[in-house]
């Protein structure tokens, strides 16, 4: 597998889309091929990774863009914890009341646009100077500034939907006042459909049967379809989801994020 540098963010409309499940264990993927990954969670409005992996770091993301902590404090390495064959470093957002409430009224126009800059050159630091093979950004769901700064750093964004008109039709909106003018600077954007229905003792999932409203999403989208995952219950209600691509290899969830890799390797 090539070795190449890129920063991958994930987004959606809303919630409830499988978006962080997805990244994190995409992320803990690549660490176990052997690359170095630096997961940053940019869900700053309902950050969930500290609860994730039971982390209390010393600092957070909320420290780091206000100009309190620098980015090798804010980074916490769980490549030894987890015994990965590379390298998984995690960047955390805090999940206290106070900071969220402090990104909701302190930061202006003015200092969104500083943020911006600081995460560009940030970018350039762990992909040129620290030899991360990876960046993995989890965002805040919707337009929100902070959002839209991480996914103008992105070389790759990928959009989670679930198959219903509601994340359809919000998704289409978000593409004509935010991706449209992001692609325009280069930004490649695709499309995982995630939570398909099938997997269930009802319907089985099946990927020809599907194609058709693959297609139909493609053209009321005008993206493409990247990857489209089934809905797996005993991953959307099992209390203890943890890092399931590693600690279930064979499961069909697994098998088909390790199609990412492969896939991402046609698209360059």
Known sequence: MMNTKKLMAFHSYKG???????????AALY?????????IDFDIYAPSLTSYFGASPKYYIHDLLSGEAGI???????????KFDGELHIAFSSPAK????????????????????????????????????????DTSPG???????ALATADILFLMLKINNMDINGTKTMISEIYDSLTR???STKLI?????????????DQENFNEVQTEIENILDLPVFL????????????????????KPEHPFSMKLREIPSLLEEIK
């Open 98 to 137: 106070e900071d969220i409430h402090s990104v909701k009224i302190n930061y202006d126009n003015n200092f969104q646009l500083k943020a911006l800059k600081q995460l560009l050159t940030i970018k350039r630091q762990l992909l040129e100077k620290e030899g991360y093979d990876y960046i993995l950004v």
């Open 193 to 205: 459909l995630n939570k398909v229905q099938g997997a269930s003792p009802f319907n089985a999932y």
């Open 143 to 149: 337009i929100r500034y902070w959002s839209i700064n």
């Open 31 to 39: 660490a176990s091929l052997g690359l170095k990954v630096c997961l």
């Open 16 to 26: 409830g889309t499988g978006k962080t499940t997805c990244v994190v264990n995409l």
């Open 72 to 82: 090798h404090d804010v980074i916490v390495d769980y490549s030894k914890k987890i």
């Open 228 to 247: 489209s995952i089934p809905c797996f219950c005993d991953i959307q209600f099992n209390r203890d989801e943890f890092l399931w691509a590693l600690n």
């Open 185 to 187: 600077y280069g930004l």
